[in-house]
């Protein structure tokens, strides 16, 4: 993993209704466990209205962005060479990279920049697994682990509390966990998984491990196996089949 070279990205955007729009474009390369150089960020100016409900989050106007934004073109540019072709690394990838950043660079015929790494969001859920703070939203486990104030909702602050959290928290878990290369931690983000207490249905915050116990639990959970909906029998398999709780 020391080796490793890759990428943490945050973007802000005009929102999440097509065509999304990026506005901040904020990343910061890593070797290993720690970054490496100084942190990348730019605003972009596409010309574009900034809804109020997108503004009232990050803070970003269509004034402040055609006073300070540069060329779409010039800003995804200059990223290329600062991402080198790395794998890139986001705490919500797929909104990120396959929402917002890949139509962006389509609609600009842009080609692709670096390559998808893993959701920092699914590593830090599993390795956290059962959440202590009560939910990975980044800043709260931001003050949940009493880490620097960097700028909530600013695609930057952001890059850099998510550079605090793998190195102060994550990282001793996955080392113990045996995740010392960069190709164990990203199969490990990216395997199918869910937490270890439910999170939705009758029996929502239960542990998994009460289905040892709990004949209705168990039969709920082979009920969920059998769904016709694809991703409520996804769940219920895994359960049943390699969580053993059967």
Not at 1 to 27: K, R, S
Not at 41 to 57: F, G, T, Y
Not at 66 to 77: F, I, Y
């Given at each position: 993993?020391?080796?490793?070279?890759?990428?943490?990205?945050?973007?802000?955007?005009?929102?999440?209704?097509?065509?999304?729009?990026?506005?901040?474009?904020?990343?910061?390369?890593?070797?290993?466990?720690?970054?490496?150089?100084?942190?990348?960020?730019?605003?972009?100016?596409?010309?574009?209205?900034?809804?109020?409900?997108?503004?009232?989050?990050?803070?970003?106007?269509?004034?402040?962005?055609?006073?300070?934004?540069?060329?779409?073109?010039?800003?995804?540019?200059?990223?290329?060479?600062?991402?080198?072709?790395?794998?890139?690394?986001?705490?919500?990838?797929?909104?990120d990279l396959e929402q917002a950043l890949k139509p962006e660079w389509a609609r600009l015929k842009i080609a692709p920049i670096g390559s998808a790494g893993f959701c920092a969001l699914r590593l830090a859920q599993r390795l956290l697994d059962p959440v202590p703070a009560g939910n990975c939203k980044l800043e709260t486990l931001r003050q949940y682990f009493n880490l620097p104030e960097r700028g909530a909702h600013t695609a930057l602050g952001d890059v850099l509390t998510v550079v605090d959290l793998l190195s102060s928290v994550l990282r001793p878990i996955a080392e113990e966990r045996g995740l010392d290369t960069w190709a164990k931690l990203a199969d490990y983000a990216r395997e199918e998984w869910y937490p270890s207490r439910l999170t939705f249905g009758k029996y929502k915050g239960r542990s998994i491990q009460d289905a040892h116990k709990n004949p209705e639990l168990r039969g709920w959970l082979e009920w969920l196996a059998g769904s016709s909906n694809a991703q409520s029998a996804s769940m219920g398999y895994w359960y049943t089949s390699r969580h053993q709780v059967l």
């Open positions: 993993m020391q080796h490793a070279d890759w990428i943490i990205l945050d973007i802000e955007t005009t929102g999440l209704a097509a065509p999304i729009h990026i506005i901040e474009l904020a990343a910061q390369r890593m070797r290993g466990w720690e970054p490496v150089g100084d942190p990348f960020r730019k605003l972009l100016n596409h010309q574009a209205e900034v809804p109020d409900e997108a503004s009232r989050i990050h803070g970003y106007t269509r004034d402040t962005l055609e006073r300070d934004g540069e060329s779409p073109h010039a800003v995804h540019a200059t990223f290329a060479d600062y991402a080198d072709g790395l794998p890139i690394v986001a705490y919500s990838l797929d909104f």
